[in-house]
Each structure stands twice: as structure tokens, then as C-alpha cells.
């Protein structure tokens, strides 16, 4: 928004400023319209939380550089570093979205923004038209490498076309920054639209891509930062607020106070014998040649010793006695934040294999600690940050660990996070489960002092012969494949895909357990979620029970939501 009186010329080139005002505005973007963006799954399944994860990943990357003094807390629009500083706070920002990227779609976005940012940081001159179109090629080219099968009429395809755009503009004679990014901008939006004709699925349910809607809003952001310096009011794109309110039908309204949402990973080994504390903190500051003093002088005071990062962004990981000793040397290397001291439960050898776990739901989550795992909790609509897997990864206590998701939409982050810990030594192994029944199973035959690549077999194929279901309400009017349904409906999913649509608990609740039995089975395993009622669970096994030969059914409260019910059968 331009000041009264006042024309702003368009940017010539990007610069410190310039790309963290872009993240503001792109925040803000997102956060009025996460919404739509949720509402814009294929299936009605109300665990839709797309819009969601991309504005999470972009707010706590962005509160991250508020908390390193690189934007001023008082005016989020009064950005500040000088050109010097400049190269350092974009490594920095660029981190901090990939320890903040939730679910599929923040892990992409963040992989977008970090190509993007190291083409900026590595150019060695002014950041113009040709860095510009060559960043958001590498950008594109980084996203679908971080996905092992991509799929067109996505948010893959929306970045590569706006790439070729950038690429094809800016290889006119006097081509301008703002013609760049404006192309990019533009040919993005035609290329959402058109997402329903590559994809079936969003053909069917007469939406587009709810990935490749938030990237249009966050390219559009950067077009208004290019050619006016970024409104304060966030007014993007109109077109695409027309386009996402004819495709939903839920309040456009604000929703920036998230905050609620800014969790650490509480998750820690279930049993170390060695020093008393875990501590762990973000170190801002200190120089490469530091490092080994740090490692050398922590290693003496306790063990299990990990920094990693780059660019003055380090995370420490060190059990001790003294923490204030710790603290001392930590403060040496540069400015500690986040600081966590936990006390550390004896009984578990430190070399020994570890499981972390992604599970939400009181019960559920106490079901699995109790059973040895370190827990990290996620959820529809709040699935964990890499950066709270990788805290947890470092936090078991474990130099080999076992990573289950239990979620399709964390493999991605899962992957992510263990990629980042394998480079500061830790064995991780990630076992892509899609349900956290799937989990549950793999908990039960793990022996931590078993060799680990047996671990790893039994587990993989513990989860590869778990079938899983779910029973779940109908949040939106949608056709499926068993039929259409309406907002209310209760639904009966088989590895991710409805199969039932009904008006009863009971009943869709036994066609689920009748098509996972239908090929043999011995264990059942009911958790119920926090709106399933007991007599629903007792009656499920009264019906299991029935059946000839019987199966075992174990039941549990999990307490979680929204799904009313979870199934595995072994």
C-alpha cells in the first residue's frame, strides 16, 4: 500500500529486507486465508490442514528472526541487517523454515524457500531479474526432489511452470525484476487453475490443489514486495479470494493468533543412567572455528553430545551433571535461547536402540511411552515441525533410532528430520507408517538390545503386514468413491481411502473391521478417539468375537481427535 502523496518505484533487485518483508506479507496472506485453503481436500475427511501447516511453517521461521533481533519486534514491517549481515540472516531464515516445515505441504514450501534463498546468498552481486528466475528454477528443482514419486497437478507443478515463466521473461532484452516476478506470479495462478484437469481427484471434488493455492498467494506476496514494497493489509490477488470462495463455503475471516500453537517437543529417553540432565538450546552466534572447543569442553563435562547447524545457528544436545557448567561454555560460543533442562530417567543404556513415535491423544500417547517409545505429538491440523522431530530424534537418548511417522502427511518431515541428524552421527532409520495402529504393532516387537538392522527388519515388516482403518465424521458434502456423502456422514476409510459412507458408529464400524479381517487376521486393535463412546468399543468386540475363527481384540481410549475411531489388524 502506497503512502499518501507518496510513489514507490519498484524494486530493481532482492535483499535482506526485501525477502523477510516478503515472508511477513506472506504470512499474513496465509493466515486470512488458511481456512478456504484447508477446506480445499479432495476427501472429505476433516483432518484437512494444508493451509495450516504453511502458515505455521512460515510464522515460527518468521518469529525465529523477531527472537534473533533480525526484524523489529516493534514494526514486524521495519526489517533490519545490514549488507554485510545480509548472507548469514538468509542462511539463518532459510533454516529456520526447514526446522518449522510441517506436513507434506510446509516441507515443500520450505524446500521452495530455501532454493530460492541459497541462489540469493551464493550470487556474489546485485540480485536481479536472471538470480531471480535462476533462484525459483532451483527452487522448483528442490521441491520435487525432496518427493520419491512426484505427482502433477500440484503444488511440483505450479512452482516448475512459474519457473519456466521466470526463466522465459527474463531472458528479454531490459528485462525488469517486477516483470519477472510478475510472470511468475501470473502463470502460476493460471496453472492452479487448471490443477483439476491433471489430477482426477480434484476433478471429481471440484477443487483445485490446496498446496499450489498457498504458493500463488505466497508468489503474488512477492510480486507486491517487488513492486510496492508490500501492502500492510495483506490484500493479495482478489481473484484467487473469488477463486477460493467459490470452492468453499466456510468464513473468510483472520486467524493470525495461532500462537497457541508454538510447542517444543517435550519428547525425551524413557531411561538414561548416565549424567542427570538432558540440555538442549538454540545457540545464535559463534564462528565454525569455535565448534570444536565447544564439542571438546562439553564432551568433558558429560556425553552424548551433539551440535549441529549452520550459518550461527547451532543446536546443542549434551547429558551432564552441571548444567550451569554447560551453560558457561555454551554462552562462550555464542548467545543460548530455548534452553530445556530435562532430568533424565535411569534404566536405559545410551547406546541402545531408540523408537520415536508420532501420536496424538492422552491416552494413545501414554499407551506408547509406556510401551518404550519417545512420543512426539501431532495431530490434524498441529502436526509436528521437522524441527520437533529432529528434537526428538536427538533427545532419545539413543545414537540408533527408529523413526515412525504414523501419518502419511509426516513422512516428508520425517525424512527431513533424519537426514539432518544422520549428519551429526545418529543412525536413523525411518519406517514410513501410516497409521499410528501401524506403530503400536512395531512398539510390541522391538527388543533395544537387539542388533539394530534386525530392529529394522522386524519393524518394516511388523508395519508392512498391519492393515489399518479408520472410522471418521464427514466435515463437507463431497462424492467418494463408496458414494456420496454429506457433511455429518460417518465414514469408514481402508488404507486412506473411504470405503463406507454411513449414519452409525456401530455399523460402519464393523464393515471397516469385516473388510480389514476379509483376508485373515489375528489381532484386532480398537482405539477409540475422544467422541467414541465405550459402549461403541465393547460392542465392536462383542462383534469381533463372534466371528468364526475369533480374532483377539485389544481396545484403548486414545483420546484423540477428530477421527472417532482407529483399526489395525495383524
Do not use: K
Not at 195 to 201: I, V
Request: with cysteine.
Amino acid at each position: 500500500m502506497q503512502d499518501a502523496g507518496t510513489e514507490r518505484l519498484p524494486l530493481t533487485r532482492l535483499d535482506l529486507a526485501a525477502l523477510l518483508r516478503w515472508a511477513v506479507l506472506g504470512r499474513a496472506a496465509l493466515a486470512s486465508r488458511r481456512t478456504r485453503i484447508d477446506a480445499l481436500n479432495v476427501f472429505p475427511v476433516p483432518d484437512g490442514d494444508t493451509g495450516t501447516n504453511m502458515f505455521l511453517t512460515l510464522d515460527s521461521a518468521v518469529e525465529a528472526m523477531i527472537d534473533a533481533d533480525r526484524v523489529a519486534a516493534d514494526d514486524p514491517l521495519d526489517l533490519t541487517g545490514s549488507a554485510g549481515d545480509d548472507g548469514q540472516a538468509v542462511r539463518t531464515f532459510s533454516r529456520e523454515v526447514m526446522l518449522a516445515a510441517r506436513g507434506n505441504s510446509g516441507v515443500i514450501m520450505s524446500q521452495l524457500i530455501r532454493g530460492l534463498a541459497d541462489v540469493v546468498v551464493e550470487h556474489a552481486g546485485p540480485v536481479g531479474p536472471a538470480v531471480v528466475a535462476a533462484a525459483m528454477r532451483e527452487a522448483s528443482t528442490r521441491a520435487y526432489a525432496s518427493v520419491g514419486s512426484p505427482t502433477e497437478g500440484t503444488i511440483l507443478t505450479v512452482a516448475r511452470i512459474a519457473a519456466e515463466s521466470a526463466e522465459q521473461v527474463a531472458g528479454h532484452p531490459g528485462a525488469q525484476l517486477l516483470d519477472v516476478v510478475t510472470a511468475a506470479s501470473e502463470s502460476a495462478y493460471v496453472a492452479l487453475a487448471e490443477t483439476p484437469d491433471q489430477l482426477p481427484a480434484l476433478s471429481s471434488a471440484g477443487v483445485v490443489d490446496a498446496g499450489a493455492a498457498g504458493l500463488v498467494i505466497l508468489l503474488d506476496a512477492l510480486r507486491r514486495v517487488v513492486e510496492d514494497g508490500g501492502p500492510s493489509d495483506h490484500q493479495l490477488l482478489p481473484a484467487m479470494d473469488d477463486m477460493l470462495e467459490s470452492l468453499t463455503d466456510v468464513d473468510l475471516a483472520d486467524e493470525h493468533d495461532l500462537t497457541a500453537g508454538r510447542t517444543g517437543c517435550a519428547a525425551r529417553g524413557s531411561g538414561y543412567s548416565g549424567p542427570a540432565f538432558e540440555l538442549m538450546a538454540l545457540v545464535r552466534g559463534g564462528a565454525d572455528e569455535d565448534l570444536p572447543r565447544a564439542r571438546r569442553e562439553l564432551a568433558e563435562l558429560g556425553d552424548s553430545v551433539v551440535v549441529m547447524g549452520d550459518a550461527g545457528l547451532w543446536r546443542v544436545h549434551v547429558h551432564v551433571d552441571d548444567t550451569d557448567a554447560a551453560l558457561v561454555v555454551l554462552r562462550e560460543l555464542g548467545d543460548p535461547d530455548a534452553v530445556e533442562i530435562t532430568p533424565l530417567v535411569s534404566g536405559t543404556d545410551p547406546d541402545a536402540t531408540a523408537v520415536v513415535q508420532c501420536a496424538s491423544g492422552e491416552g494413545l500417547v501414554t499407551l506408547l511411552r509406556d510401551a518404550g517409545a519417545v512420543v512426539v505429538e501431532s495431530s490434524a491440523g498441529r502436526r509436528a515441525s521437522i524441527g520437533q522431530v529432529l528434537a526428538a530424534l536427538h533427545g532419545s537418548g539413543a545414537g540408533r533410532v527408529l523413526l515412525l511417522p504414523n501419518d502419511s502427511d509426516l513422512v516428508l518431515a520425517s525424512e527431513a528430520a533424519a537426514e539432518d541428524a544422520r549428519a551429526t552421527g545418529l543412525d536413523v532409520v525411518v519406517v514410513p507408517s501410516r497409521s499410528v495402529v501401524q506403530g503400536l504393532a512395531a512398539q510390541a516387537v522391538v527388543d533395544p538390545a537387539a542388533d539394530f538392522a534386525e530392529s529394522r527388519v522386524v519393524v518394516e515388516q511388523t508395519v508392512a503386514a498391519t492393515g489399518y482403518g479408520e472410522v471418521t465424521v464427514a466435515s463437507r458434502d463431497a462424492d467418494t468413491a463408496a458414494g456420496p456423502c454429506r457433511a455429518g456422514d460417518v465414514l469408514g476409510l481402508v488404507a486412506g481411502e473411504i470405503v463406507e459412507v454411513g449414519d452409525s458408529l456401530d455399523e460402519v464400524a464393523r464393515d471397516v473391521v469385516d473388510r480389514l479381517l476379509a483376508d485373515g487376521g489375528e489381532l484386532v486393535t480398537a482405539l477409540g478417539g475422544q467422541d467414541c463412546p465405550d459402549e461403541s468399543l465393547d460392542r465392536l468386540a462383542a462383534h469381533v468375537g463372534s466371528r468364526q475363527p475369533a480374532p483377539e481384540i485389544t481396545v484403548h481410549q486414545g483420546g484423540f481427535a477428530p477421527a472417532l475411531l482407529l483399526l489395525g489388524v495383524e
